[in-house]
């Protein structure tokens, strides 16, 4: 896939698949997971990561992407060399459930509300069903049940809950439920 620009909230924002010039800038992506977990969204993180943490996840994304095991999308914002959301799919294993893919998206706090989220869900759907080997018949996902901003997003792209496992992730010392999503392609 080609970058592709488009405008949000009068910012220009560049959507592509992660590049192996990212391997070299860890700390952008570090910088952006961090500022997730220091504002404690509802996500399954729940303590900061190190640049050296990052770039193991780097490295290790950047090799299923070249296998065709997962997918990554990255929106920057260029004015800000800031990035601002990622989405990926990532194929689960080699076995009998390969045919299913795990789904993440995250945006920056600043830039939420404006369709990005939208838009990197779009891309990435279209991308891995392009891309990924063997081909994706099941994208699934998995959500706080408090996270409504997503669930809804989720929702609007055909996402039907699958189930519902109660306590699941640990926030803030209270114990809140899993729901999991599924879009069969
Ligand atoms: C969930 C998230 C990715 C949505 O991204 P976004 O860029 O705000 O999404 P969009 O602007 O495209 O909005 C998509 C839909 O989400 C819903 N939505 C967005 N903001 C919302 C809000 N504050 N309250 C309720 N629904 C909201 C709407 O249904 C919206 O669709 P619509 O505008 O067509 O009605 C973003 O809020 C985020 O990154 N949150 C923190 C990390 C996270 O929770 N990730 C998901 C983990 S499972």
Redesign the pocket.
Same mark, same amino acid.
């Given at each position: 896939m080609k970058a592709i620009t488009k405008t949000f909230k009068n910012k220009q924002i560049t959507i592509r698949p992660l590049a192996s010039g990212d391997l070299k800038q860890p700390e952008k992506f570090r910088n952006f997971i961090n500022s #997730?977990v220091e504002e404690k %969204?509802?996500?399954s993180r729940s303590k900061k990561v190190s640049v050296r943490q990052e770039s193991i996840f780097l490295e290790n994304s950047f090799k299923k992407q070249k296998n065709k095991r997962g997918a990554y999308l990255i929106a920057e914002d260029k004015t800000q060399d800031m990035v601002i !959301?990622i989405a990926d799919i990532v194929l689960s294993g080699n076995g009998a459930r390969s045919h299913t893919g795990n789904m !993440?998206?995250?945006?920056r706090k600043n830039?939420?509300?404006? !369709?990005? !989220? *939208?838009?990197l869900l779009k891309e990435i759907i279209k991308l891995s069903k392009k891309e990924l080997k063997p081909k994706l018949k099941i994208i699934r996902? *998995?959500?706080?049940s408090a996270? =409504?901003? %997503?669930i =809804? #997003?989720y929702r =609007?792209f055909g996402f039907k809950k699958a189930a519902k496992i109660p306590g699941q992730f640990e926030y803030q010392g209270k114990l809140l439920d899993e729901i999991v999503m599924l879009l069969y392609l």
């Open positions: #997730l %969204a509802l996500i !959301g !993440g998206v995250l945006v830039y939420r509300g404006v !369709g990005l !989220g *939208s838009c996902l *998995s959500v706080f996270n =409504k901003p %997503a =809804k #997003l =609007k």
